[in-house]
T-cell receptor, first 114, second 110 residues
Framework: EPEVTQTPSHQVTQMGQEVILRCVPISNHLYFYWYRQILGQKVEFLVSFYNNEISEKSEIFDDQFSVERPDGSNFTLKIRSTKLEDSAMYFC????????????FGNGTRLTVT | QKEVEQDPGPLSVPEGAIVSLNCTYSNSAFQYFMWYRQYSRKGPELLMYTYSSGNKEDGRFTAQVDKSSKYISLFIRDSQPSDSATYLCASTSGNTPLVFGKGTRLSVIA
């Protein structure tokens, strides 16, 4: 069964450093998402992406965050200057269609900011 | 924003028991309801997907939505140790991002 793959599985970085989290969505999916889950809290929406542009973003997704689909298969989340509170699991997801189509999640990248 | 509420548990049951997991939601616009299962250190895995009110059955799993009371349930029959995981309910109106509950941690004891 096709799956969403994310790399790395764990990233440790120092505060103020830039990080790039990578995802390969399912090949025939058109909509891509990033969610995050701070330890012990809910899975929270960050951003959705379609047709090479952001379609929606949450208030969490401020100017420190950016997304890109650089080569037609990868989908990346960049955090420009990491803060301690960015420590979380970051999940990439994709769906065939928008809205009610079920999201298929990767196994996440655990980001630890020290 | 507490749009989807879920008792975090933990819930511990003996093998073979019927498990009932529940969520409530506040947004009347929600039309689509999903249950995800999340094993430790893994991403959420789609388990059940329902539209509007009613029941949907898939093997040992039954999802139930009551829109009049804004109540979502997942029933697991003949529970197995392999069902031990965190179960997340999630909802959307169809043109808004998926909103998750906090998840209920379930342990099925052999």
């Amino acid at each position: 069964e096709p799956e969403v793959t994310q790399t790395p599985s764990h990233q440790v970085t120092q505060m103020g450093q830039e990080v790039i989290l990578r995802c390969v969505p399912i090949s025939n999916h058109l909509y891509f998402y990033w969610y995050r889950q701070i330890l012990g809290q809910k899975v929270e929406f960050l951003v959705s992406f379609y047709n090479n542009e952001i379609s929606e973003k949450s208030e969490i997704f401020d100017d420190q965050f950016s997304v890109e689909r650089p080569d037609g298969s990868n989908f990346t989340l960049k955090i420009r200057s990491t803060k301690l509170e960015d420590s979380a699991m970051y999940f990439c997801a994709s769906s065939v269609d928008r809205g009610p189509s079920p999201l298929h999640f990767g196994n996440g990248t655990r980001l630890t900011v020290t | 924003q507490k749009e989807v509420e879920q008792d975090p548990g933990p819930l511990s049951v003996p093998e073979g028991a019927i498990v009932s997991l529940n969520c409530t939601y506040s947004n009347s616009a929600f039309q689509y309801f999903m249950w995800y299962r999340q094993y430790s250190r893994k991403g959420p895995e789609l388990l059940m997907y329902t539209y509007s009110s009613g029941n949907k059955e898939d093997g040992r799993f039954t999802a139930q939505v009551d829109k009049s009371s804004k109540y979502i349930s997942l029933f697991i029959r003949d529970s197995q140790p392999s069902d031990s995981a965190t179960y997340l309910c999630a909802s959307t109106s169809g043109n808004t991002p998926l909103v998750f509950g906090k998840g209920t941690r379930l342990s099925v004891i052999a």
